[in-house]
């Protein structure tokens, strides 16, 4: 006889581990308890020490699917005499931090009860149980309890109750539970929602992490009307159909594609648009499309109803702000937008927008990781002091850092407001009082005019700690390592490409090659600077970007090019002058920008209204193409720098353009060119340094033609390539990167305040 202190940290809480360790242990003969902490899960266990081992050998291995063990650790204890049975006890208060689980899509039991007349939560739009539904949404503190929910303020009616309290019930101990009688409900019958749908107008919808603005994504009429009041230009809309049938009939879908899709996180999956029957206020410009399937009970229910086929579902949101999340909100800033309000009354306490992924060379490539993925953790290499990372200034998420584990925020947006920057501000807040960590640095991005900054500047300075700042693209490099679990002083080659990042010699860099780790990298390479003129106006004109990749080659602006006829006469001749005197232009290396100036020169895209719309056409028009056909790159070292040329790819675009190549065709070669200088570069500085592993990071690798090409030459020439699984390749990611590198002790640091 013997008894055991068995300590198991990770995302235990909320996901059926107590009931599962309940049963395991009474099915072994073990007497005991097990109980929830604010540090995890623990058990104490007595018997047979043949029985115990049997336990802890299949604790994790027959573990529940919402899971995720990080440890386990046993200890010897003495034997308690007179004890018979096994109980789940009381959760404790105690220090320590465990990963609250994210929220996930409603199971497929659930969903038979949901659509089963005789059952008591037939047609309840809140149904769950311990293996589905709203987790990080809606909770308020640890340990995972339903007083630390924002369930509390619904008591459990006697039915609901028993399956609370009954460790054989799917529903013990089940935060979210609640039927009909005592849990949340509409603000209105599904049947209307469905109505306000089918008559063209726009409904915005509270779900599990804030409002979506919904309407027929058939109806013109209804999909131009909500693009205008949302002010949403030419950026895409998501979509919701009912299940993978439906998906297939307007996109492309692939078996990785179909699995990423119905998988428990249900992100947003981009694919390869085929129904012209959907409105072309849904996705302009691009052949692809954001889709998902329903993760809500009520969105089954609504599809259950009769609501059109294809749901436009974008976020109950103004353009650049946060997303709502509480009536009295939505009425207030949806007012304009929505036509029909669906509330419900289950308070939301983390505003958390969809995931979007993608898939890339078979692997799933995030694009924005939040809903069913935050706040999960990630492992680090080496062991953080406390930390609070901010990210940048796009596409925004947070990282709170102790110890081994780094846990990543909800995607929080673009700080280039006050709304954001708030939101922000309440992120930091709930995610460090859930993890309770006390940091003793805040790191940001070191660019000096970020908000981001300023507000971590104002941070560490009012909470007495560290200001901490780590460069943009040594923070892209690190995160991908820390994905990749590469050990500390692995030299690594990054090709780091993206539209903006503050460098170390004050210019704005994008397109980098590094050779490194977490704690330092060298700069060995990059793409040859241009002088951008207007500096962040380029961004908005792809057009200016062309023509100062134009003039740094030494290329003539003929009258035949198509930004040429594009651009009034006197702004070309102001541009011109600008060029020549280097006066109010930025130097930059950006590959972003890059794309942005062949987008413009095959006479794809001339002006943008969102973040890389330039570059997203031009690879919706090289994913029409086939062929191995690539623009020469034209790379080589200067010095002991190397640098890829892109001189060559615009006489290509010129000359394209002017031999009537398919444009498919040659935006096709563009790319296959970028991964040709890629191979190239990479065999270059092979001949001078020592390295196994290639990574790719930065949001340019977003795009999926690009990243699969550069896969397969790289792999061709032996090389092991990283990309990014976990976190985004874009600024969605440099928060981890950012923790990674302080813990290495990498960054800058200032003086403590006091």
Not at 657 to 679: D, E, I, K, T, Y
Request: aromatic residues 6%; charged residues 20%.
């Amino acid at each position: 006889m013997t008894r055991r202190a068995v300590r198991v940290t990770g995302t235990v809480q909320g996901v059926g581990f107590r009931p599962y360790v309940f049963g395991l242990a009474t099915s072994l003969g073990l007497s005991g308890f097990v109980g929830n902490d604010a540090g995890g899960v623990f058990i104490e266990l007595q018997g047979p020490s043949t029985a115990i081992e049997r336990f802890l050998s299949r604790l994790v291995a027959e573990a529940p699917p919402m899971a995720a063990v990080d440890a386990v650790t046993a200890d010897e204890l003495p034997v308690l005499v007179g004890e018979s049975r096994f109980d789940i006890v009381a959760s404790a208060q105690t220090a320590g931090a465990t990963s609250i689980p994210p929220d996930t899509a409603v199971c497929a039991d659930c969903l038979r009860e949901l659509r089963d007349p005789t059952d008591r939560r037939f047609g309840y739009a809140f149904i769950a149980c311990t293996n589905c539904g709203p987790r990080y949404t809606i909770t308020t503190g640890l340990p995972y309890d339903r007083v630390n929910t924002t369930m509390s303020a619904f008591e459990l009616c006697p039915p609901c109750r028993r399956e609370y309290e009954d460790p054989n019930s799917r529903r013990f101990h089940a935060q979210p539970t609640a039927c009909a009688n005592c849990g949340p409900r509409l603000s209105m019958p599904v049947a209307e929602v469905v109505a306000a749908l089918r008559g063209g107008l726009v409904v915005a919808i509270k779900g599990v992490g804030g409002y979506h603005l919904a309407c027929d994504a058939e109806d013109s009429s209804a999909t131009s009307a909500l693009r205008n009041r949302k002010a949403r230009g030419a950026k895409p809309f998501a979509v919701m159909v009912a299940d993978l049938d439906v998906a297939r009939d307007i996109a492309e879908v692939t078996e990785d594609d179909a699995s990423l899709l119905s998988s428990a996180a249900r992100p947003i999956v981009v694919l390869r648009a085929r129904d012209e029957s959907l409105s072309g206020y849904v996705a302009p410009g691009t052949d692809t499309l954001g889709v998902m399937l329903p993760y809500a009970p009520l969105h089954s229910l609504l599809f259950d109803a009769g609501a059109p086929r294809v749901l436009v579902m974008t976020s109950g949101n103004l353009s650049d702000e946060p997303i709502c999340t509480e009536p009295d909100e939505a009425e207030q800033r949806l007012s304009g937008i929505a036509d029909v309000f669906c509330h419900h009354d289950r308070p939301i306490h983390v505003a958390c927008d969809d995931s979007v992924v993608r898939v890339a060379a078979g692997q799933r490539l995030p694009v924005r990781r939040s809903r069913g993925f935050a706040p999960l953790p990630v492992r680090l290499v080496q062991n953080s002091r406390p930390l609070l990372a901010v990210g940048g200034e796009l596409k925004t998420t947070l990282c709170v850092a102790q110890g081994p584990h780094a846990w990543l925020s909800q995607h929080v947006g673009d700080t280039v407001n006050l709304e954001t920057l708030a939101m922000l501000a309440r992120t930091a807040d709930t995610l460090l009082d859930l993890q309770r960590v006390d940091p003793d640095a805040v790191v940001s991005d070191a660019h000096p005019d970020y908000l981001s900054t300023a507000w971590a500047s104002r941070r560490a300075e009012s909470t007495g700690v560290h200001h901490v700042t780590v460069q943009h693209h040594h923070a892209h490099f690190a995160s991908l390592l820390t994905e990749h679990q590469v050990p500390p002083g692995e030299p690594v080659l990054g090709f780091i490409f993206d539209g903006t990042g503050y460098g170390t010699d004050g210019t704005i860099w994008g397109g980098e090659i590094l050779l490194g780790s977490y704690s330092g990298v060298r700069r060995i390479g990059h793409l040859r600077p241009i002088s951008l003129p207007g500096g962040d106006a380029a961004t908005r004109h792809p057009g200016r970007t062309a023509l100062a990749h134009l003039h740094a080659a030494g290329l003539s602006w003929d009258p035949d090019l198509a930004i040429v006829t594009a651009m009034a006469p006197n702004e070309i001749a102001l541009l011109g002058q600008m060029l020549r005197s280097g006066s109010h232009c930025t130097p930059t290396t950006s590959v972003g920008r890059l794309f942005d100036a062949v987008s413009s020169l095959l006479g794809v895209c001339q002006d943008v209204d969102y973040e890389a719309q330039a570059a997203i056409e031009l690879e919706a028009r090289a994913m029409g193409a086939t062929g191995q056909h690539a623009w020469t790159p034209d790379v080589g070292f200067e010095g002991d720098v190397v640098i890829i040329d892109p001189s060559t790819w615009l006489s290509a675009a010129i000359a394209d353009r002017r031999a009537g190549v398919p444009l498919p065709q040659s935006a096709r070669g563009f790319h296959l060119g970028v991964a040709a200088a890629v191979a190239r570069a990479a065999e270059l500085v092979a001949t001078r340094f020592e390295f196994r592993r290639v990574g790719l990071s930065g949001g340019v690798f977003a795009n999926t033609v690009l990243s699969s090409a550069c896969q397969n030459v790289l792999g061709r020439a032996g090389l092991d390539v990283l990309t990014h699984r976990v976190v985004p390749p874009n600024d969605g990611g440099l928060a981890l990167g950012q923790v990674a590198v302080a813990a290495a002790g990498g960054a800058a640091e200032s003086v403590r305040r006091r």
